[in-house]
């Protein structure tokens, strides 16, 4: 069993135990009255654009940080010029949570995404009835009928999806698919490996107007140079800045990488 497989396998096991406590029906109530917030404007701005993460944990580095307050590092990521916040909700190996993502939604106002493993239709009403703006849809998670079908239901929903591969096939099927916002994992899910290479030799293979998002393993204002240099039109951050004791100016001047 991979390390993707046992997060999804925990995945499920506690969606059961919130899907018992909370019916699909409800969610779809409290979503039709939510409107979803575009990030696609931001993250083409120029300069490198910067998705901050909330992340406790990791399967790969275990404990990060301890973040009693998620609202107030997600009003520094905003103040800092974050073009959008990914908020980790899994429990198990990243010790979030959908109450980080509504304390994160009440507190900022920039585009939301809820950080998780999505294998049901169930968790991409969930996240917008907590307020989130985007979904991530990690391909080696999901059948290409799972991929088109919750593509669909997030731009249903308002949603913007963070499709997410590691390999030139999964690129190709996540460019084919037409993910708007296509994100290369520098990070193997399923043994952990980390090379920033990953996206300098992928990045070409995204063509059209796809926003090009570099993702995992960026540690340094280096690192997110050597992304930007190489096609990235956003990176997604989540060590770095949860380690970090000035995040807000951490952001800033990733976002000043021309
Ligand atoms: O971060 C992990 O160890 C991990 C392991 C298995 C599946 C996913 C994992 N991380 C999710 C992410 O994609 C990262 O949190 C995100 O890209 C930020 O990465 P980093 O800046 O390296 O913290």
Request: charged fraction near 25%; glycine fraction near 6%.
């Amino acid at each position: 069993m991979t390390v993707l497989d046992e997060i999804i396998a925990g995945v499920v096991a506690d969606l059961e135990a919130r899907q018992a406590a909370r019916s699909l029906e409800s969610l779809q109530e409290t979503v039709a009255g939510w409107r979803p917030r575009d990030p696609k404007p931001a993250l083409r701005a120029s300069g490198l654009s910067v998705i901050a993460e909330v992340k406790r944990a990791s399967p790969s580095k275990g404990h990060l940080a301890t973040i009693d307050d998620p609202a107030s590092l997600a009003q520094a990521y905003q103040d800092g010029g974050a073009a959008a916040i990914s908020v980790l909700t899994e429990a198990r190996r990243f010790r979030g949570s959908l109450a980080d993502l509504s304390a994160v939604r009440a507190a900022v106002s920039v585009p939301l995404l809820r950080k998780d493993f999505v294998v049901t239709e169930y968790q991409l009403w969930e996240g917008a009835a907590a307020g989130a703006d985007l979904a991530l849809l990690i391909v080696a998670a999901l059948t290409p009928s799972q991929l088109a079908d919750y593509l669909a239901l997030g731009h249903r929903l308002g949603l913007t999806c963070l499709v997410e591969a590691h390999t030139p096939d999964e690129v190709r099927q996540a460019r084919d698919a037409g993910a708007e916002l296509l994100g290369i994992n520098n990070r193997n899910l399923k043994t952990l490996d980390v090379d920033l290479a990953n996206f300098e030799q992928m990045a070409s293979l995204i063509d059209g107007d796809a926003i090009r998002v570099a993702e995992s393993g960026i540690l340094s204002l280096d690192d997110a140079r050597r992304m930007r240099e190489a096609g990235a039109d956003a990176v997604l951050v989540g060590e770095l800045l949860v380690r970090d004791g000035d995040p807000a100016a951490t952001v800033a001047a990733l976002r000043s990488l021309a």
